[in-house]
């Protein structure tokens, strides 16, 4: 090791008198006042002598006298630091040329400024005196002051010339060597210095060459002897010369290999004016990690900050060394990324990236993809002996990462780089990924890809599993029942817990198909299966109900949906209402009327009220109790106004009152079933029946004149109108997509407000939205949403959410969300509506109403785990927004347990985040890393996770950690500009910190 040392003991002259030469006589007898002022100066008595001077340079007539009068007044001047002193020695010499006392003018000012220290000016007056008009001694004076002025002026090399000049005498031939050898010295000459040093002879002198002979035997490599000279100079040296002499006697023995008994001289070293740099922290590093106490050689060198040259990387090497020794993973991964980014040592850097790429595949990464740093390897070091492992760790990465799709693209174009049994996993996992986030079409071509590699049984068996469920999905039943068909004759689904789910999804395949006979036989297998779990046995109970329901197996259909009600599932209303209507269809009607009456006490919140009531109507009706009848239709159409069966109640109250032959009331009903809900098929039917009314009492005019007001209504065009709608309609029913547009599109134009205008318009929407033409479908999901109750009211707000939500327009979509969140039957439409209520309100920042909707979702039946994590973390965030972090916390908590992809790796920051604030920056560090390994593709979380593991490394006093990190997330998250702006910040506040005691430390930069 080498190192620079600028410690400079100056030593002190002596005072170097100015001698002046004895008077002529004629001052002694011829002028006593110039005598007198002589004496005065003599004694130092400047001012006084001074004054005298000028009056006697002022009344004398004597030349010479007057010449040394101004001369000795100019010096008294100078010695009392007048101002202007220096323009009067200038007048002397400019007015007195002839004087005597010119040359000693230039040397006297000159040495009185140098005795002073005021080395500039000595040398100023220096540069004016005449050499060859100086005697010898003034002339050896002038050499060594003048040397030793242009040294302390920092010019060296001329300093020298003047100095050589003096090296020989007696007087000052130590001294000039002294500064000749420290000359030397600082220009790193450690032989010429070496050479002048043992050539002086003063012992005053040699007190102070211990200090420099020991550095410069430490410099020259002769370790013992600057180990024994520095130990010799300890006992006799300042504070300053201590500190440096520990640093040369620590170094020498680090040289020597002698680790041990180097650090406590190395610890005792204060650095330079109380900083140390990064060489000393490395020294202290070294020496304890040499010695195995990894714990002591971590602190010194995570104290290295910014370190950009060869000790720094083989110190960064060591530091993580170290780590790995302690099993402290991640702070090693970044140690050695670091060493592996210098290229002063190709060894380290090649052997620092090896381990930083498998560190990365072992813990994660989140500065860069886990394959990139694989990838990375072996493109720098091709055909290299680790080139199969790194390999088979580039494809494990991939999965680990859970970045299948990279995965699939890798081994697709490097078919070498696995099996065929892992890319048959790799595209199966992708296939659950993209299944799970609701994209059935992408899961559905992977899990096809999975089977064509078909290798494992296992794999195969899975994938065709989860294409059945996918195909399912996307409403193609056919395909999903040919695939669970497959899925259930291989022979390794039955040891696959997939395979107790294959009768009940089979019966769905079937029931969707409208074989409810063999959909029957399916249910039954999953009501009598152990396996099944209660809320799916449950559900099979239901289905089984309907299956035999739809087929007029009345009774069996009651005996299921008694068992269904027993088991107080999600469904249990549907089940009770259900079982109503076995009773009807039995000819029971006061069961079914006593049934119906229980409902409506029991389930006050079912979506199905409003079906009851209708029911309940009618079979009063049936019953021949009139009354009772239209009084539940008044309930009906007075609680739920916009149920599709409000028009349907208020028409059946005025076919009441027509069959009951009260026309006058009749026509009153039938008329606020056209003015209410105009347009929909219970108003036709109302026009219809209000005709018969009209028609009976003779009054066609009066149905004349009604009808001509109504715009929905073209009498006259009635036959064409039901030609054009049945033409189109043959052709949609066909499958004939684009001739069904062109008739339902003619029929609009023709018939904009017709008779089946409403059902024209969603047909249009159905076929518009399955061309993917979606602006187009919402214009016409829009008059039917807009129409009022109907038949397909609900299910036209669920398309027109649907699209407004896709384009991400929820000012649009809330009024409908909240529309069918009021009179959806679908229990799943509703959470669709609550969920999404929930997101357009977070998007408004009313964070009140965020809660509220999220706390309704998570109250709903039946939803699945990414709805809840979606509720839950709109509850994090707005607790988040309005500084509720107690709630916040808790809610993180919840979507960490369920959520998948983004949302969990925001529930993963988030769970650093708050154990950071609670000060546990162990386990923060544990959660980043969690995130950083299993969250690698959601790289916005992935940087503000590393800057809450920086703040909890500096927290734990690991400085180098916590500045690399930061500099890491400068470096590589450019794109996110919040980020990169935070981690300057917390950069620039901990090098202000460090730079306090380590002086490579450059605060600013």
């Keep these: 090791m080498s190192r620079k040392n600028f410690l400079l003991v100056p030593i002190f002259l002596g005072t170097i008198s100015i001698l002046f030469a004895q008077e002529t006589e004629i001052y002694s007898h011829d002028n006593k006042a110039f005598q007198d002022a002589l004496a005065l100066y003599n004694d130092q008595q400047y001012q006084a002598a001074q004054t005298i001077f000028e009056k006697v340079k002022a009344s004398t007539t004597d030349g010479e006298i007057e010449a040394n009068s101004a001369y000795y007044s100019a010096n008294a001047a100078i010695r009392l630091n007048q101002r202007g002193a220096d323009k009067m020695m200038e007048d002397f010499v400019a007015r007195y040329p002839t004087s005597t006392k010119r040359n000693s003018a230039f040397l006297d000012v000159a040495d009185y400024y140098f005795e002073t220290g005021k080395y500039p000016y000595s040398l100023k007056w220096y540069k004016k005196v005449d050499q060859s008009a100086m005697s010898y001694a003034d002339q050896e004076r002038f050499n060594f002051n003048n040397g030793y002025a242009l040294y302390a002026s920092r010019r060296p090399k001329v300093a020298e010339r003047y100095l050589s000049r003096v090296s020989t005498s007696q007087k000052y031939g130590s001294q000039a060597k002294y500064y000749l050898g420290y000359i030397a010295y600082e220009q790193d000459d450690y032989d010429q210095a070496s050479t002048r040093f043992d050539q002086i002879t003063d012992p005053s002198l040699n007190e102070k060459l211990s200090y420099y002979q020991a550095d410069l035997n430490f410099k020259q490599g002769n370790f013992e002897e600057a180990i024994a000279m520095a130990k010799k100079q300890l006992p006799k040296s300042d504070r300053r010369e201590v500190s440096e002499l520990n640093k040369i006697i620590g170094e020498s023995y680090f040289n020597l290999n002698q680790y041990e008994e180097a650090l406590p001289y190395l610890k005792k070293y204060r650095g330079r004016r109380g900083k140390l740099s990064n060489t000393d922290y490395y020294l202290m590093g070294y020496s304890h990690y040499k010695q195995g106490d990894f714990e002591g050689a971590i602190q010194q060198f995570n104290k290295i900050i910014g370190g950009t040259n060869s000790v720094s990387q083989n110190a960064y090497y060591h530091l993580a060394e170290c780590y790995l020794k302690l099993d402290k993973k991640s702070e090693a991964l970044n140690a050695f990324r670091n060493a592996s980014q210098m290229d002063f040592s190709p060894e380290i850097e090649k052997d620092a990236l090896l381990n930083y790429a498998r560190l990365s595949y072992e813990i994660g990464n989140a500065y860069e993809p886990v394959p990139q740093v694989m990838s990375s390897y072996l493109e720098k070091y091709p055909k290299d002996e680790h080139q199969q492992e790194i390999q088979e760790l580039l494809v494990d990465s991939y999965i680990t990462s859970k970045n299948f799709e990279g995965a699939m693209e890798l081994l697709e174009k490097n078919k070498g780089y696995a099996s065929k049994e892992t890319y048959q996993k790799v595209a199966f996992y992708r296939g659950v990924e993209l299944f799970m986030d609701g994209d059935y079409e992408g899961a559905l071509e992977r899990f096809s890809k999975s089977i064509k590699s078909a290798d494992n049984p296992v794999f195969e068996a899975r994938a065709q599993y989860w294409r059945a469920e996918s195909n399912y999905r996307l409403n193609r039943f056919e395909e999903a029942l040919s695939d669970f068909t497959l899925f259930q004759r291989n022979t390794a689904a039955k040891a696959l817990p997939e395979y107790q789910e294959l009768d009940y999804n089979l019966g769905y395949c079937y029931f969707k198909l409208k074989d409810y006979a063999t959909a029957i036989s399916y249910f039954k297998n999953a009501t009598a299966s152990d396996a099944s779990g209660e809320e799916r046995a449950n559900d099979s109970y239901v289905r089984l109900g309907d299956s035999y329901f739809v087929t007029s197996k009345y009774n069996s259909a009651l005996s299921a949906y008694n068992e269904a009600s027993k088991m107080n599932g999600p469904e249990r209303d549907y089940a009770a209402f259900q079982k109503t209507l076995c009773h009807g269809f039995l000819g029971k009607n006061a069961t079914k009327i006593d049934g119906l009456n229980q409902f409506l006490t029991r389930y006050p919140k079912s979506s199905l009220r409003d079906d009851a009531f209708f029911e309940l109507g009618n079979s009063y009706i049936k019953s021949n109790n009139e009354t009772q009848g239209l009084q539940t239709y008044d309930r009906l159409i007075s609680e739920y106004s916009r149920s599709k069966f409000a028009p349907r109640a208020m028409l059946r109250q005025g076919l009441v009152h027509y069959n009951a032959s009260r026309n006058d009331q009749a026509l009153a009903k039938l008329k606020m079933v056209v003015q209410k809900y105009p347009n929909t098929q219970e108003a036709k039917q109302a026009v219809a029946t209000a005709k018969l009314v009209y028609v009976d009492e003779g009054r066609v005019s009066e149905y004349a004149a009604w009808v001509r007001n109504l715009d929905f209504v073209e009498v006259t065009d009635t036959e064409l109108d039901n030609a054009s709608f049945e033409s189109a309609n043959r052709k949609f029913a066909e499958g004939k997509t684009d001739a069904a547009i062109r008739g339902f599109e003619d029929y609009l134009k023709q018939f904009p407000t017709g008779i089946h205008s409403l059902q024209v318009n969603f047909n249009l929407a159905q076929l518009y939205f399955g ?235």
């Design 771 to 1005: 061309k993917d033409q979606k602006d187009r479908a919402l214009e016409k999901y829009l008059v039917v949403a807009n129409s009022g109750s109907g038949e397909h009211t609900e299910q036209s707000l669920t398309r027109v959410c649907e699209i407004y939500i896709g384009k991400q327009d929820y000012p649009s979509a809330i009024p409908y969300l909240e529309q069918l969140e009021g009179m959806a039957e679908i229990v799943q439409n509703r959470t669709f509506a609550q969920s999404n209520l929930m997101k357009g309100y977070y998007g408004q920042r009313n964070y009140d109403k965020v809660i509220s909707y999220a706390e309704k979702v998570l109250n709903a039946p039946k939803i699945d785990n990414r709805i809840k994590s979606d509720a839950q973390i709109m509850i994090a965030r707005s607790a988040i927004a309005t500084n509720d972090e107690r709630l916040a916390e808790t809610a993180y908590q919840e979507v960490q347990k369920i959520a998948t992809g983004e949302l969990a790796a925001e529930a993963w920051y988030y769970d650093g985040y708050f154990k950071n604030k609670n000060q546990d920056f162990e386990a923060s560090n544990a959660s980043v890393q969690k995130l950083a390994k299993d969250y690698s593709a959601y790289k916005e979380w992935g940087g503000k996770g590393l800057i809450i593991m920086a703040k909890n490394f500096y927290a734990l006093e690991d400085a180098f950690q916590a500045t690399y990190i930061l500099e890491s997330v400068i470096a590589n998250f450019s794109e996110y500009d919040e980020i990169v702006a935070e981690a300057r910040g917390e950069l620039a506040l901990i090098k202000s910190r460090e730079a306090q005691h380590n002086s490579s430390v450059d605060p600013g930069n």
